[in-house]
């Protein structure tokens, strides 16, 4: 794995959106897996900015909220537009999320749509305070395809504020596995902040286990971490 430690978000930001316009340049039609949350914010919004072609660029989401459709402006596909698609050249019918409204069979749908597309050329990945990454939350086995997960109640309860009633919280959402992550030909991560130094520690210095998901990323053969330095504070 490769390391790039940087002074803050800003700068973590400009290297991530370097590395995906690499990416993007070096192959125009190429499939990217995208993450929602704060950290790549700044990368997207960077990307934004440079003006770059994503006429051709296809696009993979990591996960959704089982419930809410995209109009809903607490999912995922909700986020991806305001965030990047709709600020960029991509044909949105390029751009796949898992249908928070479908049924399960979604998850089979979902890791055919990844095949047929040819695979992911670069998966870029947030990292849960718990070492997280999509919705893999820690357990006692790795899930390799796409599957549904029930969200822990703290989760939940972090949730709510976004909610007219705490019925409406998702309870539960679609992700990818971390098989698919996996078989991504890059994969990326952006982490920025002290809450994320622990994790980022287990993950990194610690054993492959599924009660910290992102560790098996220490398998992958072209894995690349941009942190900044408070992240990076207990490597
Ligand atoms: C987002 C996702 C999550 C986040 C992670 C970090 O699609 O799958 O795994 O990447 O929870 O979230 P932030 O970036 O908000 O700290």
Excluded at 44 to 59: A, C, H, M, N
Aim: hydrophobic share 40%.
């Amino acid at each position: 794995m490769k390391i790039i430690s940087v002074a803050h978000y800003d700068a973590l930001s400009q290297a991530a959106a370097d590395h995906i316009a690499a990416q993007i340049i070096l192959k125009p039609n190429c499939v990217l897996g995208l993450a929602t949350g704060s950290s790549p914010v700044g990368a997207y919004r960077r990307l934004v900015e440079r003006g770059l072609d994503f006429s051709q660029v296809r696009s993979v989401n990591l996960d959704e909220y089982v419930g809410l459709g995209p109009d809903h402006d607490q999912s995922y596909a909700w986020f991806m537009r305001k965030n990047l698609f709709d600020h960029v050249n991509i044909d949105q019918s390029n751009t796949h999320i898992p249908s928070g409204l479908a049924g399960e069979e979604e998850c089979a749908r979902y890791d055919e749509l990844i095949r047929a597309l040819g695979g992911i050329d670069m998966q870029l990945l947030g990292l849960g305070v718990n070492g997280h990454i999509g919705f893999n939350e820690p357990d006692e086995v790795f899930c390799k395809g796409t599957h549904k997960v029930a969200l822990t109640e703290s989760t939940i309860q972090a949730n709510k504020r976004f909610f007219a009633r705490l019925e409406d919280v998702p309870a539960s959402a679609y992700t990818m596995g971390v098989g698919d992550i996996l078989q991504a030909k890059r994969v990326l991560m952006v982490a920025s902040g002290t809450s994320k130094a622990q994790a980022i520690r287990d993950a990194f210095a610690g054993p492959i286990t599924p009660k910290v998901p992102a560790s098996i990323l220490q398998l992958h053969p072209d894995f690349t971490l941009i942190a900044d330095e408070e992240a990076l504070s207990l490597l």
